[in-house]
């Protein structure tokens, strides 16, 4: 009814078999996720940041950076100037989309057990969901 496997398997699933191509650790792989997310995250601040500058939004792209810097070995991360703009916008989209990054990076450092990261996505979700509840409660 099927045709028989006529080649060599791609996937080597034998003990002591070596391969051509190089093999992450599950820890590395996190990592490489972990530092995609507060990258991720720091790019958002950072637009948060040139439309409605604040202190907070400051240190926490500080601290942003520092950790993606750290799971990266050493290299920071790339980073927009940050360009004020002049007209009014809707800062609560911004806020959702930078919550749901930082959800995205706290299940990926708990997953790590990256205490820092975990805390600081945490502290994260925290300040986007009080910006957002105090804007929706906000008269317009």
């Known amino acids: ?64 950076a520092e950790q993606v810097t750290r799971l990266r070995g050493g290299r920071p991360p790339a980073r927009a100037p940050l360009t004020a703009s002049g007209a009014r916008t809707n800062l609560a989209p911004v806020h959702r989309r930078a919550h749901a990054l930082a959800g995205r990076a706290l299940v990926v450092a708990a997953s790590r057990a990256d205490t820092a990261a975990a805390i600081l996505s945490a502290e994260r979700m925290d300040a986007h969901a009080a910006a957002l509840e105090s804007r929706e409660l906000a008269p317009h």
Request: without cysteine; proline residues 5%.
């Open 1 to 64: 009814m099927y045709e028989p496997i006529r080649t060599k398997s791609v996937h080597s699933t034998m003990a002591g078999t070596t391969s051509d191509f190089p093999h992450r650790t599950r820890e590395e792989e996190l990592d490489i996720q972990l530092a995609g997310h507060l990258a991720a995250l720091l790019a958002v601040t950072d637009e948060l940041r040139a439309l409605a500058p604040s202190a907070g939004l400051d240190t926490a792209a500080d601290r942003l």
